[in-house]
């Protein structure tokens, strides 16, 4: 074939499917048990020369100019390898997933008789349905309306706005081009219509409906335009200005993703190559000082000349692991407390595996709470320990001192509490995963798995909370833009899960969230009833207004629960920025009032906010319950033989 000036056509080939490596790929794939799948070169072949041929015609017809001929053939190719890259790996993924019982699931989050419920009331209300359906008509009439008088050059304001904090529309071009801001305004509306619908549903049990609501939610973000390569302008700008590079890129990553997740899309949150925990996470100085099966104890090196007498021994979570509170030295709470004259101990909990499937709150109880407070008191050669428990490790710990007060064990001397929850009758949308089918289900998944909860489940759901800021947004940052997962140290975090112990994570679920037994004194542990009414050591309750985990109304009534001095303090964001939050950031606001009343509406009626972090608040109130203060404690010199260096080995044991 010969151009129009009659000269011999060369065409440049790009490289075959298969054979790009984009920056950071590698660390990701890696991992996993093979490469991603690729389409075989047979088929990627033919597919580049008919999109060559593609562009060739064209040429040949004048549509495009021999400048543009090589970039059109380019993104023709880039295009159909990207395309071919994505079907396979999907292929992949579904045969692995038919390989498995029950997981494609029609109905994953069991909604369906919620939303059936939800339905047939609408449907039995038609006069209601009626005026809803008129009302949305209403509001497709304005946005029209609004959309041709801009058309004619006329400002005018939108019918609807993106709510705020929300981060999808926030290209220029959802704004500035008419049909993509007439797309996002129409998608706002309909998705606000269907959101209110469900929430207005009257004579329906508050946990099914607020069932559907979530549903509903989650259907509706899917369905965002922003999630979808041919109606979000940003991720077609990308495309087109790098010939589609980006396009390819993305979907690479998702194969990627895919192959990690073992046929399921695992996507990436962070680039984790960036980060070791040890050398550049969880690096605040220390010694492992006693190692059983449930925990390692870790003791802080000093940064003071002096510490307080009594020690300070933190619980953390066991869905997570304790390196949340030492991230970066300058937003690390231990290195802070350490630096406040506090001896810090930390509880970091083993990952644990098959051999431990039968482990429940009372082996907690016993070989965690109860072991890592009597090693601390015999390392500093004391009889009384100040804890606090985070989360989950919280609720544990509440129990604890149930059981103490119960059988006369005085050995917590204050404890505090970081976003946990005890009573959890309003325990936010977590509640929505502790209906009993749900639970078969997990027990299934747990037996199949030999006992215990992948630690990607755990994600999955925590995920599943904030879809659009822990899915949809990485979705369209890593596929649909092509770029490379950040380097970010909290997200890293966020997905090195740890794995639970089944009759542990189901006594859990079942006892606390489903039944609530806790806080109605129904639990036992140890064969003793817990009564948290029967504590009277002083405590401090933290919880942060924006937290979708540890809402601050349940963590308000379970302060509530306890029979001695309690402190509430309010601290501002969410369950992990609120909890960690460095006073040298200057971030956020807390809120104290020293009352209690009966709800937490008065409590906030009656508090002062304050700037920044609420830590010096809490240091002040911990140093009145450390006793006076001694020479600093340094851990290689204890009672108890080092073992190794902190952060131990515990902590680096991967899911």
Known sequence: MADSGGT????????????????????????????????????????????????DAAYELHM????????????????????????????????????RPGALSPDPFHVAPAMTEVMGKLAANPDKLFKAQADLFNRYMDLWST????????????????ARGDKRFNAPEWSENPVFDTMKQSYLLTSDWLNSLMASVEDVDPRTKRRAEFFMKLLTDAFSPSNFLASNPAALKAMIDSQGETLVKGMEQFAADIERGGGQLAITQSDASRFKVGENVATAPGKVIWRDRLFELLQFSPSTDQQHEIPLLIFPPWINKFYILDLRPENSMIRWLTGQGFTVFVCSWVNPDQSLKDADFDDYLKDGIYLASSKVMEQCGTDRVNTVGYCIGGTLMGAALA?????????????????????????????????????????????????????????????????????????????????????FDLLFWNGDQTRMPKALHMQYLRRLYG????????????????DLSKVKI??????????HIAPSRSVYKSARLYGGPVTYTM???????????????????HWINDG????????????????????????????????????????????????????????????
């Open 403 to 487: 059981h103490m007060a119960a059988t006369g064990d005085n050995r917590i001397n204050s404890t505090t509490f970081f976003a946990a929850q005890h009573d959890f009758s309003e325990a936010g949308d977590l509640l929505l995963f502790t209906d009993e089918a749900w639970l078969q289900e997990l027990e299934q998944r747990m037996d199949s798995a030999g006992g215990v909860l992948p630690g990607a489940a755990m994600a999955d759901t925590f995920n599943a909370l904030r879809a659009n800021d822990l899915v949809w947004s990485f979705f369209v940052n890593n596929y649909l833009m092509g770029k490379e997962p950040p380097a």
């Open 596 to 655: 209690l009343p009966e709800t937490l509406d008065e409590w906030m009626a009656g508090a002062v906010e304050h700037p920044g972090s609420w830590w010096p608040h809490w240091a002040k109130w911990l140093a009145d319950k450390s006793g006076p203060m001694i020479a600093a404690r340094d851990p290689a010199n204890g009672k108890l033989k080092p073992l190794g260096e902190a952060p131990g080995e515990y902590v680096k044991v991967k899911s």
């Open 571 to 589: 601290a501002g964001s969410g369950h992990i920025a609120g909890v960690v939050n460095a006073p040298e950031a200057k971030k956020y606001n």
């Open 147 to 162: 959309a041709a008088r801009r058309a004619t050059g006329e400002a005018i304001e939108p019918a609807v706005t993106p």
């Open 515 to 530: 039944q609530n037994a806790l806080a109605r004194g129904e639990m036992e542990m140890g064969g003793v009833k817990l």
């Open 64 to 99: 495009i100019d021999p400048g543009q001929r090589e970039a059109l053939e380019k993104l023709s190719i880039n295009l159909a390898r990207a395309s071919l890259t994505a079907q396979s790996a999907i292929a992949e993924a579904a045969l692995r997933q038919a390989d």
């Open 8 to 55: 011999s056509k060369t065409r440049t080939r790009t490289a075959k499917p298969g054979t790009r490596k984009s920056p950071g790929k590698a660390s990701r794939v890696k991992a996993a048990a093979k490469p991603a799948p690729q389409p075989t070169p047979d088929v990627a072949s033919a597919t580049e020369d008919r999109a060559s041929a593609a562009a």
């Open 538 to 547: 002083p405590l401090y309750f933290q919880a942060s207004k924006e937290d």
